[in-house]
């Protein structure tokens, strides 16, 4: 059997070669500090599992609207409006398979064969195979240890080209944990635009960011810290122009990494294609019980949905907040072996 060429060029995931090798380790009894996957220390709270259990029970096993349960749009966009001040429309919000389905549904709806996407050098390494599942390609800037591996504008002007459609930023960045400021981010949004181009955010650790435990670190702000110079979300900056796109998921600080839930917030005009290049293969026949039937829907099951809406309301965040740890994220032994014991 021939399998499609561009395979060839998509490596395996190494942080999870990495997992399985530091499992082994600990397995034999040696002390591993985890430095290699956004994993939460802690399973999902007590009450979604408990909300999980409920909806499955309750039978909700059903086909979902290929832009998510619209309740569960609604739910999130009200959330930006009670933690980050941002009146956003509904109907702008899409659920997805966490963000890696969100990241692989905008690379369908924005990139044809033979374009190319503008990421930063360190990124999230997957990053550089969503453009290559459709025949595109990522073109990477080096990010720079003394510049804190801030993305600038400059950069972004620098690096387009005439088959750059856009650029993707990930803010609190993964793996350097860099947190755009507002400036920056205004700048390469515009740089974009400027050049008929998109710019989407990776808001995926987003409230993830730490009051420093050492004294010469400044604080990082809260989530949703307005009065910052950093912000909580794009979205605060201008309420979403129309060539932004936002990613964000319920894996990292919800904790809830397996369940696999997450969300894009696109400009209302690509809502129509969104939901196209999410449900492809709609079947407009009537299921057993008078249902719309759906195939290949992008959107998450319903049970899995259902149960975000008190977690995204707010239920359990605070306590949440105060106790969570990425695992790669650095707190605690990693973010000192990071900081003072890192060679460089
Ligand atoms: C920057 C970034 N974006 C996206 C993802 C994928 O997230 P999800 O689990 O929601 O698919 C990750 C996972 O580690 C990540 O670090």
């Known amino acids: 059997m021939r399998l499609a060429e561009r395979l060839r060029h998509i490596h395996s995931f190494r942080v999870m070669d990495i997992v399985d090798a530091a499992q082994r380790l600990e397995a034999e009894g040696h ?65 997805t398979a966490g963000a890696t389905g969100a990241l692989m549904l905008l690379s369908a709806l924005l990139l044809d064969p033979e374009d190319e ?7 999230y390494p997957c990053n550089r195979y969503f453009p290559l599942l459709f025949g595109a390609k990522a073109s990477l800037m080096p990010l720079s240890p003394q510049a804190g ?40 949004s515009e740089a974009a635009a400027s050049r008929g181009g998109w710019a989407l955010f990776d808001e995926i650790y987003q409230g993830l960011t730490y009051p420093s ?4 670190q400044p604080a990082l702000p809260a989530h949703g810290d307005l009065a910052s110079d950093r912000v909580g979300t794009i979205l605060s900056l201008q309420g979403g122009a129309d ?21 894009l917030v696109a400009p209302r005009a690509a809502i129509p294609a969104i939901e196209k290049a999410a449900g492809p293969g709609v079947l407009r026949s009537r299921g057993p019980r008078g249902r719309l039937l759906r195939l290949c829907d992008a959107a998450p099951g319903a ?42």
């Open 31 to 95: 002390r591993v500090i985890h430095m290699e996957v956004g994993e939460p220390r802690e399973p999902s709270d007590p009450f979604i599992r408990d909300a999980g259990a409920a909806a499955l029970a309750r039978g909700e096993t059903a086909y979902t609207p290929a832009l998510g349960l619209p309740a569960l749009r609604r739910a999130i966009a009200a959330y930006y409006g009670t933690y980050h001040n941002v009146d956003l429309d509904p109907e702008r919000v899409v659920v």
């Open 117 to 123: 996407v503008l990421l930063g050098d360190p990124a």
């Open 149 to 188: 591996f801030a993305l600038t504008e400059r950069d972004v002007v620098k690096a387009w080209g005439p088959r750059t459609r856009g650029v993707v930023l990930a803010s609190p960045a993964n793996p350097t944990g860099a947190v755009s400021s507002r400036a920056a981010l205004q700048g390469l």
């Open 213 to 216: 435990a050492l004294d010469d």
């Open 243 to 263: 060539h932004e796109f936002l990613v964000n998921s319920f894996s990292k600080y919800f904790g809830m990494t397996g369940w696999r839930v997450g969300w």
């Open 303 to 344: 049970a899995r949905q259902r149960v975000l809406l008190p977690c995204i309301a707010g239920k359990g965040r605070g306590r949440r907040h105060a106790r969570y740890g990425l695992r790669g994220a650095g707190r605690g032994a990693e973010r000192t072996l990071l900081l003072h014991r890192a060679p460089g």
